[in-house]
């Protein structure tokens, strides 16, 4: 686990503990809302408040472990807006009212909930860093208590985003209620993950981390889909550093997207055991069949990218043409994966989980009773 994600588990626990977590209950997903009008005038700034102090009465071992400092929260705050800013073509005034405003938001609600936060976040840390991966039992119980702290976060989080589209021009209101729909489909993803976590459902590689391996600077920074990928070579895994390491950017994030799409498909759909065997197992011949194309045409692509990188006296139309011939096969497989594992969710799971909306895919297979 990075030291990064030791710090945004505190500062964005929404987002890894997320969902109803009663074991006999399967709730609808809750969906951000916003006004349909903005309100009638926009909020002063709020105060520079001086740093807060820790709670003198507090628990002491409330010390111990992973927390953010309030400059961390503030930069933290002062990226994400950075991000912001380019996103919404926010003027200067508009970043600096809204930085300010959520630095004091977030900054006061992770005093406010620490001694709810903390013992979380730290366990959390400490399952990953243990000799063994944590019992079904311990997980289940984690989720159980986490649910409080998700239900606090989240209303703070919907909470931020109406103060920060009031701070936004119609025109800007406009974009980020394009996007609304992407935000609610990462919630239900993570609602989905507790969900599972609740009843001690869980991939190890979740929780654990036995030997703390990275991937190779460049390679994708989940450290995932690299383990898929199978060669005959007796060098093995020698050989595949080597040659992936070399390969262009774009492949590289197309790999890690692949992988990212097949995880949250059977987060969204709940899939069992059973499936996301299935799914993986789809997923690694699909990657393997799409290394061997990228390995045997890597000076082809290579060539093409010099092009994409320097066009200048290059023709647009012969660099399209290649990107087809050379990149095209790849889009292939990936449609072909993606129609392999839609045909997986029974009718049971698609209706429990979409509720009448239409999610990934449409359904394929006749319903299955796996309840």
Same mark, same amino acid.
Request: charged share 30%.
């Given at each position: 686990?990075?030291?990064?994600?030791?710090?945004?588990?505190?500062?964005?626990?929404?987002?890894?503990?997320?969902? =109803?977590?009663?074991?006999?209950?399967?709730?609808?997903?809750?969906?951000?809302?916003?006004?349909?009008?903005?309100?009638?005038?926009?909020?002063?700034?709020?105060?520079?408040?001086?740093?807060?102090?820790? =709670?003198?009465?507090?628990?002491?071992?409330?010390?111990?472990?992973f927390w953010p400092t309030d400059h961390m929260i503030e930069l933290f705050v002062k990226r994400s807006i950075e991000e912001a800013t380019d996103t919404y073509n926010l003027r200067p005034e508009q970043a600096e009212e809204i930085q300010r405003s959520?630095?004091?938001?977030?900054?006061?609600?992770?005093?406010?909930?620490?001694? =709810?936060?903390?013992?979380?976040?730290?366990?959390?840390?400490?399952?990953?860093?243990?000799?063994?991966?944590?019992?079904?039992?311990?997980v289940s119980d984690w989720a159980a208590r986490a649910t409080p702290v998700y239900r606090l976060v989240l209303g703070n989080l919907l909470e931020g985003e109406f103060e920060f589209r009031s701070a936004l021009d119609p025109e800007q209101q406009a974009v980020f209620d394009e996007q609304r729909l992407e935000r609610r489909k990462?919630?239900?993803?993570?609602?989905?993950?507790?969900r599972r976590w609740s009843v001690g459902n869980f991939e190890e590689k979740e929780w654990w981390n036995p030997e703390g391996q990275t991937m190779p600077e460049g390679l994708d920074p989940t450290g995932k889909w690299f383990s898929h990928i199978k060669t005959n070579d007796e060098k093995s895994d020698d050989f595949k550093r080597a040659a992936i390491e070399q390969f262009p950017e774009r492949v590289k994030n197309e790999f890690a997207a692949w992988e990212q799409y097949v995880r949250d498909y059977c987060d969204h759909f709940e899939l069992d055991q059973?499936?996301?065997?299935?799914?993986?197992?789809?997923?690694?011949?699909?990657?393997?069949?799409?290394?061997?194309?990228?390995?045997?045409?890597?000076?082809?692509?290579?060539?093409?990218?010099?092009?994409?990188?320097?066009?200048?006296?290059?023709?647009?139309?012969?660099?399209?043409?290649?990107?087809?011939?050379?990149?095209?096969?790849?889009?292939?497989?990936?449609?072909?994966l993606s129609a392999r594992i839609e045909r997986l969710p029974t009718m049971n799971q698609r209706s429990r989980v979409t509720s009448g909306k239409r999610g990934y895919g449409t359904p394929t297979e006749p319903e299955e009773t796996k309840e």
């Open positions: 686990m990075s030291k990064r994600m030791i710090i945004l588990l505190a500062c964005a626990s929404a987002f890894v503990c997320v969902a =109803d977590v009663r074991a006999q209950s399967d709730p609808k997903p809750i969906a951000p809302t916003y006004p349909t009008t903005p309100p009638p005038e926009r909020r002063s700034p709020p105060p520079v408040l001086p740093p807060m102090q820790p =709670d003198p009465n507090a628990d002491p071992k409330l010390l111990d472990g959520m630095t004091q938001r977030w900054t006061k609600f992770m005093h406010d909930n620490r001694a =709810d936060i903390q013992p979380l976040m730290n366990e959390y840390a400490e399952a990953n860093l243990a000799d063994k991966p944590p019992t079904p039992e311990k990462s919630l239900e993803r993570f609602q989905s993950r507790l059973s499936q996301r065997n299935t799914a993986m197992s789809m997923l690694r011949e699909m990657l393997n069949r799409a290394f061997d194309h990228v390995y045997k045409r890597r000076d082809l692509i290579a060539k093409l990218e010099a092009k994409i990188a320097n066009p200048e006296g290059v023709d647009p139309d012969k660099i399209e043409k290649e990107m087809v011939e050379l990149y095209g096969p790849l889009d292939s497989m990936f449609r072909e």
